[in-house]
């Protein structure tokens, strides 16, 4: 027989080992841990398409695209680099996928290359026009960016990104396939077609307690 007052001493320990168990819990559940990594590092947590994806398509496709006879070909006729603009990149996949710094990293890829001539695209020439339109009230004389000097674009790049998605037993794989083109703007030729494929295959691990 266990006396009241042993009874009471167990009660007491036990309430004590459950508030101890509830805090431990709550205090994992709620903390939280941030490191800094390089901006290089692949880190590939959910498996959806993230920056390393789009730097790697970007600076492989444009690659790709300037290795190609088209540009050769413009500046032995033309004795000048051709002009480019990165037109609309389509989202076709099943993912929220930011195309903006997709288009940002073509970009970035294109002008540094130096092998073309790279202008502002449209929402930036608005912006860039406003400007021109304020210089003329407000600025010097010989100051001032006459309008209608601006170089037009030779060839846009455009495209998309699509996906196929195979899941089952929670396992899924994910294709990848982006597609750029190289559009001649005088004559709507297609001088060049890139391909880049990315399959990824998620895995969810079960944990048992």
């Not at 941030?34 to 498996?47: E, K, M, N, Q, Y």
């Not at 050769?72 to 990149?89: E, M």
């Not at 455009?158 to 794989?173: C, F, M, N, V």
Request: neutral net charge.
């Amino acid at each position: 027989m266990i006396e009241r007052g042993e009874r009471s001493v167990l009660r007491a320990c036990v309430v004590g080992l459950l508030v101890g168990c509830a805090a431990a819990v709550s205090g994992c559940g709620h903390e939280t841990k941030v490191t800094r990594v390089d901006t290089g590092t692949v880190t590939d947590l959910s498996g959806r398409w993230n920056d390393t994806d789009s730097q790697m398509v970007a600076e492989a496709m444009v690659k790709e695209a300037l290795a190609n006879p088209w540009l050769g070909n413009f500046t032995k006729g033309k004795n000048r680099q051709p002009v480019v603009i990165v037109g609309t990149v389509l989202n076709k996949s099943h993912e929220h996928i930011n195309v903006q710094t997709f288009v940002n990293d073509l970009e970035r890829e294109l002008t540094n290359s130096q092998k073309v001539t790279f202008v502002a695209a449209k929402g930036e020439r608005d912006e860039v026009r406003e400007e021109r339109r304020e210089q003329a009230v407000h600025a010097r004389e010989d100051t001032q960016k006459a309008p209608g000097k601006e170089i037009g674009a030779d060839y846009m790049m455009r495209g998309s990104i699509a996906t196929i998605l195979d899941e089952q037993d929670g396992a899924k794989a994910v294709f990848y396939q982006i597609d750029l083109e190289m559009v001649d703007l005088e004559n709507n030729v297609k001088s060049w077609f890139g391909q880049k494929k990315i399959k990824k295959v998620i895995e969810k691990k079960r944990t048992i307690f």
